[in-house]
């Protein structure tokens, strides 16, 4: 029941990992304009993600344009978008494999030792998917960091971290803490003893050689 109980939860926690992932890809605020310097009361806030950037005015309007061209993109934005399409299509396949080796599924027949191994291979292919969106999001957040103290970017152009990249980086940790959880559920399997059972020969009696006439 334990190993059932820490399957059913690692499998909840990447799920929500992957929506979280979903989610921090779509939305544009993964940097957003920095209030530093003379830069202290603006009537538009500027944003900037991975496939728009949105101006939100004083007012409350937000207006928001996709990026027209790929190519000319920033090439950190290409690898950045990449590595998280990559992330959130690998950890939606290992969460299905997870999925049919569970022990709370009937996928894969009654071999639980099987089962086990699924489980155990789907946890892997989480892991593997969560790392590439944690790596995105930490090469996008040097990035900022890079661009912000440098002494030549202007002070009206300088961004800082927005909602998007903490979300996406939440969404990336539980994913690896589920795939984790899932890989470590495997059980290992039972020793066999060296040495022969010796209880039976011992209680059987001993056989008599002798003959009677």
Known sequence: MANSGIQ???FFLSLVGIVGLIIGTILPQWKMSAYIGDNIITAVAMYQGL???CA???????QCKIYDSILQLDSSLQATRALMIVGIIVSVAGLGVACMGMKCTTCGGGDKLRKSRVAMTGGIILLVGGLCAIVACSWFAHNIIRAFYNPYTPVNTKFEFGAAIFIAWGGALLDVLGGAMLAASCPRKKQLSK???M?????SPPSSNKEYV
Request: aromatic fraction near 14%; glycine fraction near 14%; avoid cysteine.
């Open 8 to 10: 059913l939860l690692g």
């Open 51 to 53: 496939w728009m950037s």
């Open 56 to 62: 939100f005015q004083s007012t409350g309007q937000l």
């Open 195 to 197: 040495y022969p059972n």
């Open 199 to 203: 209880a039976g020969s011992r209680s």
